[in-house]
């Protein structure tokens, strides 16, 4: 669709004469043929996501609980899960939660992603391998697995954090400490796992993006007179662009969207201190049983990212176009 | 809920070595199998929004299955043949073959026993139930029943209940649960509770030489042994701050309630004067005994059963010896029990009493089997003989407790002593979103790690029980 936009104007400017040209059954095929070469595609989509976003919205205006599963009546309560969700108090503090979650760990990847990526292109051909073995590994490692190791390390009394921090002797004696007890520390401890699993990708897309600038640019740029920061703003980040737009939307739905690494860890403790919306949903779907208010939530949630990321799928779009 | 009696009724004698008893175990919880299976469900790395909206799609479309098929006459598909689903690790298949023939001879129909695994019970019973073609007996853990018994899933055995009995009184902290608004939708199995474990060498090596029997004797005991054991490491008594079912009995004890029921209200009752006086001495009991890094842990990680058998512990409360004897067989013998002394002189702290319950399904075509069943798994024979006498369970009446005390073992003699004074918890299909979302746990870590005052955790989570006791499923 957004391929055919920028052509439409003309091509209805030449209708007439195109017309007159061209039998009109060719025509009618050439139109058709992206739309039959889409039909695959769109089914399967249509399929595998949007009947079950169909669902969850149904699902979302209906009081739907075990009663309705084991009777099958399912009664239509319209906007009541919304309003529920709204009003009950627990929502402004949950949005405002994940929000800041979300922009730390974007932040934080992004930031360290195209460090890295920058660094990969300065070191040398063995350390490049090597520090890309290593980031494939971090990368490979499933999310459960690795939230179970991080659990081991930070765990009061017995991790391997604490241990090492208490024998740097410049903290005290931290074996007994609980970096859990507090949402902050325990959003810290979070965050460093998501970021550690998510810069690789970052870091190695970044990596492919910086490897296609031509070194002539950055030559142009010496000559006339750039120093490093100034190159890296002209050229770099210029040629980064699309690609930068591209990962911080998937960082941003991603990350958005944790939920292994809180859950295992955490389970939206201490005291509620880590419950973002994708917690808060499961939670009330599948702890209190009320699956038309997470399905409410969820739906909340997906309208929100959809916004959050409108703007940069835009963005995104049209900087490809000029590239 | 699903996961608390498996481990709290493991206090068997032996057959069920390969069942630990943890803490915390969830539908997705901190336990590696669970996990596994988690990963399973949401997989899709980095989307679980996609996922959940999947699953709630797949709830949503097993939903709609249900009621679509429900035309057929489900009394056509009558058999002789009755499908009954145990829990794993609960009854030993001795057991459940006993109560089978008890059942064969009175009816002469078979039975099909399958055994369920706990991870995510609660959605496959969910799914079960819903069908037209259910199991007709279910096994259900004591505080899961009003989950189900509320929401139609369930027979009501009401008028059966003079035959079940037999006479009996059996425990409120299996039949109380079982009862939603008088009526009766599930017949006790099988009891387990808590009792404290020490170590013998350890109490002795402090200088004790005789088990306390009073709050005071205990505390004083605990003391010598602190005084003893100085490293910061050390727990005279490992205490987890989010073991909530040892951190109740300090509540009731007191005299207070988690919740009081008026009418058909239930009200978080955390903040009254006796529950917050039981709350002030658990707090100080476990940051004195226990060490610092156990305020915000379960029982599970670490375990706290192989701290006790490291020699990190020299006092632990739980409802088996076995984990502790599996991680060191060389403490048999040097391990000794007690029922946790009360504040009241000559009294034990009331206990959490997990257990489990039979239940007929509600579609299934054989009820009038499904109740020789029961009545067979609950009569005096089967409970004397084999679960208590095989299994080593406590059985389902305080008359029985009398009755086979005599025939236990030294280190069990305890637990079936403290499950004379037991307390349930709230008797309403809310309680099971307690225990799910994790929210009790979290209850007692914040006053253990005093981020929050006795009041103000019990403020929040007051309104908390208030909002999810009186929902309706």
Known sequence: MTQTAPDRAPAALDEPRAAARRPRRRRLRDRATPYVLLAPATVVLGLVLGYPLVRLLVISMQDYGLRALFTGVTPWTGFSNYAQIFTGG??????????????ALVGGTLLIGLLVALMLG?????????????????????????????????????????WMLTKLTVFGDLTQHDWFASSFSAFAVIWLLVVWQSVPFVALTLRAGLSQIPSSYYETAAISGAGAWTSFRIVTLQFLRPILLLVTILSVVWDFNVFNQIWILTQGGPDGGTTTLG???????????????????????????????AYYVRRLVRAGEQW | MVWTKRRTLDFTKGQMSSFRPTEFRPRFPYALEATVHQRSTLGIRKLPLLAGVLALAAVGVSGC??????????????????????????????????????????TGAKVNVQIQEWANINTKLSTALAQNDPPDV???????????????????????????????????????????????????????????????????????????????????????????????????????????????????????QLATESGSTWSGALASPAAQQGLATWKTFQNTYSTAASRNVDTKSPDQAALFAQGKAATILDTSLNTVLKDNPALKGEIGTFPFPGRAAGTSQPVFLGGSDLAIAAKSPNQALAEQYLKAATSIAVQTADIVGVDG?????????????????????????????????????????IESDASINQFFAAIATGTQSPQQAAQSFDSHLDQALNATP
């Open chain 1, 90 to 103: 627990q929502f402004g503090g949950v949005l405002l939660r994940t929000l800041l979650f979300c922009a």
């Open chain 1, 122 to 162: 300065a070191a040398g051909k063995r350390m490049r391998t090597a520090v890309t073995i290593c980031l494939i590994c971090a990368w490979a490692v499933p999310t459960t697995a690795a939230t179970l190791v991080w659990q081991w390390l930070f765990e009061p009394g017995y991790g391997v954090i604490n």
């Open chain 1, 279 to 309: 917690i808060w949903s499961f939670t009330r779907a599948f702890s209190s049983e009320s699956f038309g208010q997470g399905a409410a939530i969820a739906v909340v949630s997906v309208a929100m990212l959809l916004v959050l990321t």
């Open chain 2, 65 to 106: 299955g249900g009621s679509s098929g429900s035309s057929t006459p489900a009394a056509a598909k009558r058999s002789s043949t009755l499908s009954v689903w145990y829990m794993d690790g609960d009854l030993s298949s001795q057991d459940q073959a006993a109560i089978g023939a008890a059942f064969t001879a009175a």
């Open chain 2, 138 to 256: 279910v096994e259900i853990g004591n505080t899961d029943v009003p989950l189900f018994a509320a929401t139609g899933a369930l027979a009501d055995l009401t008028p059966e209940k003079p035959a079940l009995e037999q006479g009996q009184s059996w425990l409120p902290g299996l039949s109380g649960p079982a009862t939603v608004s008088g009526h009766l939708y599930a017949a006790p199995l099988f009891a387990g509770d808590r009792a404290v474990i020490y170590n013998k060498k350890l109490w002795a090596k402090a200088g004790i030489t005789s088990v306390p029997t009073s709050y005071a004797e205990l505390t004083a005991d605990l003391d010598k042994i602190k005084t003893a054991n100085p490293s910061p490491d050390f727990s005279a008594f490992y205490f987890p701050g989010q073991y909530w079912y040892g951190a109740l009995q300090f509540v009731w004890d007191a005299g207070g």
């Open chain 2, 393 to 433: 369970w406590t059985p389902v009446s305080t008359q029985l407790i009398t009755r086979t005390s005599s025939t236990l073992s030294e280190t069990s003699k305890a637990f079936a002593q403290a499950a004379s004074r037991s307390v349930a918890t709230p008797a309403t299909p809310g309680w099971a979103t």
